[in-house]
């Protein structure tokens, strides 16, 4: 038997990487093979990364989380064990739902970045800013720029002497704008990403030491990649999260897991 993922073409590149993850993670609890298409952005992890697709034919049995999730984390558990003795698997869209129910293994040994880029002497702090598609998914998602003056702070308290990186899929944001102008003020150092290449960008944030966060699964899964990191991600997103019965956020404000857990909430 083995678990499948047949369509990844939902989301972004942190979508994918997260569900991704969810592969990996079931099929190392039921001690069997896995097997995906590759996409976009895998080259930059060393391989083999995705191993042989779903077979076209097969008896397959289609895991829906929330009909897991529903029975409870150890009942859920037991089941997956169950459909996994009977049939292969396939994984429906799984984003971060199933983040905290299967972390066994380590995802620093599941995504290894390939030629990881060196970003200097000292410490780096990755700044993340979502504008784009934001706006019509979610402006709350849109963080205020108070959120980012008081990360900055925070973590000035720790790493007083860190190299700030400005990372945006959208440079006409007022948070991004504001925030350069802020770090300058400041006479802090800051570096600029590069907006024409999302990837490169992914691989510097993975190797900083702490990610001063957006809500966005791009920068989150960074978080749980190379370094180990200080996670700084917005209160007032969270609590607006829990409301919504997010079981990522909620299981975040928890204690997340060890991949991935708070440093602060601003």
């Given at each position: 038997?083995?678990?499948?993922?047949?369509?990844?073409?939902?989301?972004?590149?942190?979508?994918?990487?997260?569900?991704?993850?969810?592969?990996?993670?079931?099929?190392?609890?039921?001690?069997?093979?896995?097997?995906?298409?590759?996409?976009?952005?895998?080259?930059?992890?060393?391989?083999?990364?995705?191993?042989?697709?779903?077979?076209?034919?097969?008896?397959?049995?289609?895991?829906?989380?929330?009909?897991?999730?529903?029975?409870?984390?150890?009942?859920?558990?037991?089941r997956l064990k169950e459909l996994g003795l009977q049939y292969d698997l396939i994984l429906s869209v799984?984003?971060?739902?199933?983040?905290?129910?299967?972390?066994?293994?380590?995802?620093?040994?599941?995504?290894?970045?390939?030629?990881?880029?060196?970003?200097?002497?000292?410490?780096?702090?990755?700044?993340?800013?979502?504008?784009?598609?934001?706006?019509?998914?979610?402006?709350?998602?849109?963080?205020?720029?108070?959120?980012?003056?008081?990360?900055?702070?925070?973590?000035?308290?720790?790493?007083?002497?860190?190299?700030?990186?400005?990372?945006?899929?959208?440079?006409?944001?007022?948070?991004?704008?504001?925030?350069?102008?802020?770090?300058?003020?400041?006479?802090?150092?800051?570096?600029?990403?590069?907006?024409?290449?999302?990837?490169?960008?992914?691989?510097?944030?993975?190797?900083?030491?702490?990610?001063?966060?957006?809500?966005?699964?791009?920068?989150?899964?960074?978080?749980?990649?190379?370094?180990?990191?200080?996670?700084?991600?917005?209160?007032?997103?969270?609590?607006?999260?829990?409301?919504?019965?997010?079981?990522?956020?909620?299981?975040?404000?928890?204690?997340?897991?060890?991949?991935?857990?708070?440093?602060?909430?601003?």
């Amino acid at each position: 038997m083995a678990v499948y993922i047949k369509d990844l073409s939902y989301g972004r590149f942190g979508n994918k990487l997260f569900f991704y993850n969810n592969l990996r993670q079931l099929a190392h609890f039921l001690n069997t093979n896995y097997g995906c298409d590759p996409f976009p952005g895998t080259e930059i992890f060393d391989g083999p990364f995705c191993q042989s697709p779903a077979p076209e034919r097969g008896q397959y049995y289609t895991v829906i989380f929330k009909e897991i999730a529903a029975l409870g984390r150890e009942e859920g558990k037991k089941r997956l064990k169950e459909l996994g003795l009977q049939y292969d698997l396939i994984l429906s869209v799984i984003l971060a739902d199933m983040f905290y129910w299967l972390d066994d293994m380590n995802t620093r040994e599941i995504f290894k970045v390939k030629n990881p880029p060196d970003l200097g002497p000292g410490k780096h702090v990755a700044l993340h800013f979502r504008g784009t598609d934001y706006f019509s998914w979610d402006p709350r998602a849109i963080l205020p720029v108070d959120f980012y003056f008081k990360g900055i702070r925070e973590i000035k308290n720790v790493l007083p002497d860190a190299v700030f990186h400005l990372f945006t899929d959208d440079h006409r944001l007022d948070s991004y704008r504001q925030v350069t102008a802020f770090l300058r003020g400041e006479n802090l150092s800051y570096v600029f990403g590069n907006i024409a290449n999302p990837y490169e960008d992914f691989k510097a944030m993975t190797e900083c030491d702490a990610i001063i966060s957006a809500p966005s699964s791009y920068s989150t899964t960074a978080g749980f990649i190379g370094k180990e990191k200080l996670i700084v991600q917005s209160a007032q997103w969270i609590n607006y999260k829990i409301e919504e019965k997010d079981p990522f956020w909620i299981g975040l404000i928890n204690g997340g897991n060890k991949n991935y857990h708070l440093w602060k909430a601003l």
